[in-house]
């Protein structure tokens, strides 16, 4: 935290509180620029961020209220957004390039309407987002309540949520931002030539909800999940409508779902992540505070390329009163390439489709060389195209793709982009004939800081925070409650999506971990899994120094931690609670599985199931001890 | 044709063949840039273009051979085009904003690999393209011949061509970029994050081909379309794999395809027209000569919102020796919002899914005023966003959507676009309180004067040529052969495709015509078919002037002119034949059938089936002749 505290742009953050300006410049109050409610809001915030650039203002100001914000004024941005579908986007808040600059929204909430980046901030220095809400008019997603279950013909009848524009294809249950307006897309395989079709999906990729805990269903995520064309069986599923807004679905997954479950479907996979809320790219300086975001399709905050972002009570929820189920359709917040600090303070996240954080760099793909200093790269995640992958004076590694280790270490003169997908990176160092077959390269230097305090993840799909970074990372009286796979997770792979960073100095402490891994049955709650292939030097481990102490568990979760690959884990002090909600998972299994570690030490823990908890450690491990633990079996292996 | 022959650049066009460079500069070789057989030869060309722009070269010459194009090393452009899909695109010849310049391709082949526009010129003046050839390694379509027909199963059994890269899903027939790499798009709903997996298709948009004629089947495009849910029977088409690259499909269509007949089928009809070959747009003065499209995912060549473009012996063939059966999967020429002067002579265009040619401008839908001298517009047709409506000094009318009828003239003074979607205008008049609801506009100035001669067209889905614009135009000495609708069509609409433009001096003579409709079974060679909705002004026509003259129609077609709101008609000594190949149209219909028209002369026209040619003149008509003619019954309407 410590550079946190020296940066500049605290001070006059914290002033603004006080009703001074955030850079000193004048005030724009969008009122006089025709913002009022139940318009159309897109050409008055258009018009004022026009004024403010013209003034060099401090602060928009948006009196608090509620505002239609429409694709229709608002201008167009090509945006590369890391894991987040690229395109043409409609931005509402065009922030780029504005330094020492403020938007506070006085509590209003933005409602938008079908695809869009309501707030886009690209080379801004010194920006600040306070007081408002994000929302759109009706969801990306399909939701649908199930009502009856028919065992015997293999169905199960479902009321769609009123805000979802439905209906049958055939067979197939589709939707659209326009009620009744797919038809032609499909029976006349006609183009969605008119300006009111803008998108329609079909039931691809969705999950289970269970409307008494509002978290995802404990159940199998694959033979649950609701198929188009069953794999079992060999045949379609068949969707047919039984009016009322209730369809009935057969044979369209290999296990039914309960009576009462909300089913979650956005359609095809990729893309479907085209309008995130929040996107930060190539920016010094961003705070982001007392801000809620309802929905977005795709992430609700994703900053990458960026220094030192401060996100103080932000949250993603669901909106008060809404029967909806799902808020983001992918994370809370990401965080790609950036540097410096990154903290989140106070933040509530929930049911989201994805992570509540994921704070990790890119592997690029070396193709060749290019010259003695120089190699041609690609960026080989499909959600990566035109990510600045370095910069001039930062130290890349090559790294071997198989391993994950790295070889050489490389400061960078330029990086000329072929495209957004290739791009030719020139060192100050020959290269030589070092470059091995299969490597790919990392950003050293672009490892933030992080803090992460105070906050809540609840019932959301995925893992509750993914952490790939060697700087100095703290993760202390946070809640990660009812997620379907980790609670903590570090990864790190080069073939898939293409995430790095080493973890070299984590805690995490203080923390409560309730009942993860709901569609597993049984997830680690810290899990440190890279990708590092096998045959791998076993004096080298991708992720280090990892302490997690003081925290309580609360699961069904028989597996603690599972670790690939790693050294100096410290498992301290924790309680570890059988659920009280959840059937617990097999007792016999191993509770500490080890692989290719070295230095683990599992002390003072409280292991509270009724059966003790075992260590299992793999070949390549070293040097692990439990020992004064209750509950826990002792281990020793040295 | 006379304001062509003045324009400056055609003569430098002339030296050029005979050596000498075309605008002065320097000649380049893209050999001493690393041009060479068997490697990609992007990066040499992008770098040979780079020399060619420092050393203001007027000439890129690509010495005789076959280049591999792929979209590796290609320059990233987003690109609207014009009745094609927009998007971030991968370009090869990117020669924007080059003057005076030419590529001479030595008969060079240029061979594409997946997406790319292989040609993009955007703000070019006086631009030569010459002497090459372009193809895709593999066709984006799919391709498969029928091997047996099984009457009984409602099912038909096909083989399908090597170059598709096909599996199956489940029931359905899907293909890809690369055999096999759609698998875990289905299964598993991932996105395509590898590089390697770029697009994939099912069996939507599609057409059947005689493997005899190398034409459309003669057929019912409707019952005889493949579908994936039969509407008939209510239940999905099944596929299965029958080894050896041979599928059956059952329940596919409403009725059985013919042994040996050629599907092919480019999936989602939208976005598909991804890849056009060349794209020409804000330029002025562009030549292209002896030149050849094999294959486009999209138009073989459009060109939007620009000024005299010429085209000799430039084509759209079949590879040779080829089992291909279809070149572009859209048409082989487009022309939107140009003026000047257009010339097609000497073309052959074959095989195409889409029409020869179609030259017309584009009606803006008018949504509310902006000021007094104002508008804000918007563009209603997904294909024509950020298409430039309108430049300052031009002649814009306001017009009834219903009617298509002009109701006032304003000139331009300036546009200011709010995105791709939505722009202002500002007349240098006041509009007052003359703005009708429910009004388009249309752009008087950009109506280009247009030769087409001696040009052949055939084998193509769709029309031979459509023409929209009241220039001075002349269709002579072509060959219109076996399209699967009109010869020649004159549109007009302001709800769908939104394509305007009033023709005001047509003539039509000297060419061939033969058995057009080849999918409808009867189809005009003339079709003036523009929306005009009932309840018009009767003393007013959409489109006039036009002569058909001295034509030879070989036609299977009992309807040789349809026609709706027009004035000024005259067909006259054409000669009307039998077809030779198809089944004749049923005799008893009316040959001539006029709905709202004025003034119609036919006379000196030999028709020579067995049953005399009938007119039928609806409501709304007047002033409607035939006499003189062998084969053709008199008729008056006064």
Chains 1, 2 share one sequence.
Not at 295 to 311: D, Q, R
Not at 436 to 458: F, H, K, Y
């Amino acid at each position: 935290m410590k550079r946190v505290i020296k940066t500049a742009f605290l001070l006059p953050a914290m002033l603004c509180l006080c009703g001074v300006s955030y850079g000193g410049g004048p005030v724009v109050n969008a009122a006089d620029y025709g913002l009022r409610e139940g318009a159309d809001n897109t050409p008055a915030i258009r018009k004022a961020l026009e004024v403010c650039r013209r003034t060099g203002a401090s602060k928009l100001v948006i009196p608090c209220g509620t505002y239609d914000l429409y694709p229709d004024g608002a201008a167009d941005k090509y945006c590369n957004i890391a894991n987040n579908d690229d395109g043409m986007k409609r931005v509402v808040f065009l922030l780029d390039g504005l330094e020492d600059f403020e938007v506070d929204g006085d509590g209003s909430l933005f409602v938008c309407h079908d695809h869009m980046v309501p707030f886009e901030a690209e080379g801004c220095r010194n920006l600040r987002l306070s007081n408002f809400s994000v929302d759109w008019a009706s969801p990306f997603y399909l939701q649908g309540q199930v009502v009856g279950v028919d065992e015997a013909a293999n169905s199960f009848d479902m009321e769609i949520l009123d805000e979802c524009s439905w209906e049958l294809q055939g067979r197939r249950l589709a939707w659209s931002n326009k009620r009744g307006a797919t038809t032609d897309n499909w029976y006349f395989m006609a183009p969605p030539m008119q300006k009111d079709v803008v998108w329609y999906q079909d039931l691809y990729w969705n999950i289970w909800y269970d409307p008494e805990t509002k978290a995802p269903a404990y159940c199998d995520e694959l033979t649950t999940r609701v198929m188009g064309w069953n794999f079992a069986l060999d045949r379609p599923a068949v969707v047919s409508d039984l009016g009322g807004g209730t369809v009935r679905l057969t044979d369209a997954c290999d296990e039914l779902p309960r009576e009462g479950w909300i089913l979650v479907s956005i359609g095809l996979r990729s893309p479907n992540r085209l309008s995130p809320a929040i996107h930060i790219a190539g920016c010094e300086g961003v705070e982001v505070e007392n801000m809620t975001v309802h929905h977005a399709a795709g992430m609700a905050l994703v900053a990458e390329s960026s220094e030192n972002i401060i996100l103080r009570n932000y949250n993603v929820l669901l909106p008060e009163g809404s029967p909806r189920i799902v808020t983001a359709t992918a994370d809370a917040t990401h965080f790609v390439g950036c540097k410096g600090d990154i903290v989140l303070e106070g933040c509530t996240f929930e049911n989201m489709l994805d992570d509540g954080t994921n704070i990790h760099n890119v592997y690029a793909e070396v193709e060749r060389p290019a010259g003695p200093n120089s190699l041609v790269m690609t960026l080989g995640h499909s959600q990566h195209q035109g990510f600045r992958f370095a910069f001039p004076g930062e130290q890349v590694a090559l790294t071997e793709a198989r391993t994950l280790r790295p070889y050489r270490t490389l400061t960078v003169d330029r990086v000329e982009a072929v495209n957004s997908h290739t791009f030719e990176v020139t060192f100050r160092e020959e290269i030589g004939d070092g470059l091995r077959p299969g490597s790919v390269a990392e950003n050293l230097t672009r490892q933030p800081d992080v803090v992460i305090r105070d906050c809540e993840v609840r019932r959301n799909r995925a893992r509750g925070i993914l952490i790939s970074t060697s700087g100095k990372v703290l993760v202390e009286n946070n809640r990660f409650l009812k997620c379907t796979y980790a609670g903590i997770m570090l990864s790190g792979d080069a073939n898939y999506w293409f995430e790095s960073g080493h973890v070299g100095d984590l805690t995490v402490r203080g923390n409560l971990f309730e009942d993860q891994g709901l569609v597993t049955g049984n997830a680690p709650v810290l899990c440190i899994i890279p990708e590092v292939g096998e045959g791998s030097d076993p004096s080298w481990f991708y992720h280090r120094n990892i302490v997690f102490e003081g925290n309580t568990v609360n699961s069904f979760s028989r597996v603690l931690v599972e670790a690939r690959s790693a050294e100096n884990i410290t498992f301290r002090n924790n309680v570890v609670n059988p659920s009280a909600g959840y059937p617990l998972a097999d007792p016999a299994a191993p509770a500490f599985i080890f692989d290719r570690c070295r230095n683990v030490d599992i002390g003072g823990n409280s292991y509270n199931w009724p059966a003790p908890a075992t260590v299992h450690a793999g070949p390549g491990c070293s040097a692990i001890t439990a020992s004064g633990n209750a509950g826990i079996d002792d281990f020793r292996l040295d």
